[in-house]
């Protein structure tokens, strides 16, 4: 279920960053284009205490586009922030509530600050599969040390497993989703790659107005120097910096899909030539940006 679709559109800053009308016709366009997996969540927990009403419009926006419900893929979240208080029955009644829907396709059981109870997290989320809430699972960020743990109690205990690992991974991030930690997985499980434009510094946004993702490593400074010589690189190949990203991580063989906000149908437009560029010129493009990974000193196996 995770590959079906090779790109997926995010829902952090996303759908509350435009008109309702430009969002639905943003689903429409995506959809249309076979963009079908929507990583949507509710933020309100932890430091994404946001009071964000962005799953909110993604549910009403994808009833106003005519998208039935069997035509998409909707990927929640878990969150751990305030775990086990609020538990994973009463954040999937939420967060599906909001949206309008009765189950999750798939769910990512987000990054955590404090080490977990895994066993408990994995039956916990064996109970929602067995209701009916969510399809199938995966992790955010985890140390690599818990996957291992995760994936061996599931399969001692003939629970569901985690199925693929929702990553930062971009041309300057590549630690954890290249190194052995992780590596040792992939076949098992799919990847997930995510803050791919590491908040639109990439595309040479150096200074955000936005809230964007955590500057694991505190290398930003060196992730600003990188998107200047990448305006250079894609214009060898004729293309975009956002579509030289976006190939890069969908000519790595274990990404099943890669995830992006965008917030305008010309974004998403730009974005879909990704696809071509990575078939006819991945394994060069992999080559011509090694040169520019950012955080060579930064732990690959999730123990920041």
């Not at 419009?57 to 039935?68: Q, S």
């Not at 140390?143 to 109690?153: K, N, S």
């Not at 964007?212 to 990188?226: E, K, L, M, T």
Request: charged content about 25%; overall charge negative; proline content about 3%.
């Amino acid at each position: 279920m995770i590959g079906r679709s090779a790109f997926g559109l995010g829902s952090w800053n996303t759908w509350d960053r435009m008109d309702f009308g430009d969002a639905v016709a943003l689903l429409r366009t995506a959809v249309d284009a076979g963009v079908t997996l929507f990583d949507v969540a509710h933020y309100d927990m932890g430091p994404h205490a946001e009071g964000s009403d962005t799953d909110v419009i993604f549910g009403k926006a994808v009833r106003e586009a005519g998208i039935a419900r069997e035509d998409y893929v909707l990927c929640g979240k878990l969150w751990l922030w305030d775990h086990p208080r609020t538990g994973f029955a009463r954040q999937l009644e939420t967060s599906l509530g909001r949206i309008g829907t009765d189950h999750a396709d798939l769910v990512v059981v987000g990054d955590y600050l404090d080490r977990p109870d895994v066993p408990r997290l994995v039956t916990e989320v064996a109970e929602q599969v067995r209701a009916g809430r969510i399809g199938g699972w995966g992790v955010n960020n985890w140390r690599a040390g818990d996957l291992d743990a995760a994936l061996a109690f599931a399969d001692r205990e003939g629970l569901p497993a985690p199925e693929f690992a929702q990553l930062k991974y971009s041309i300057a991030r590549r630690s954890m989703a290249e190194g052995p930690h992780y590596g040792k997985h992939w076949g098992r499980l799919a990847l997930q790659a995510s803050d791919v434009f590491e908040g639109g510094v990439l595309l040479g946004n150096h200074a955000p107005t936005r809230k964007i993702g955590a500057d694991v490593g505190g290398i930003r400074a060196s992730i600003v120097d990188v998107s200047a010589e990448l305006a250079t690189i894609a214009a060898e190949f004729g293309a975009t910096r956002a579509q030289l990203a976006l190939a890069f991580c969908l000519a790595y063989e274990p990404v099943a899909n890669v995830l992006f906000g965008a917030s305008r149908v010309d974004q998403l437009t730009d974005n879909l030539g990704a696809l071509d560029l990575a078939r006819t010129h991945g394994t060069e493009i992999r080559a011509a940006v090694s040169h520019l990974q950012a955080d060579r000193g930064v732990s690959p196996d999730g123990s920041w």
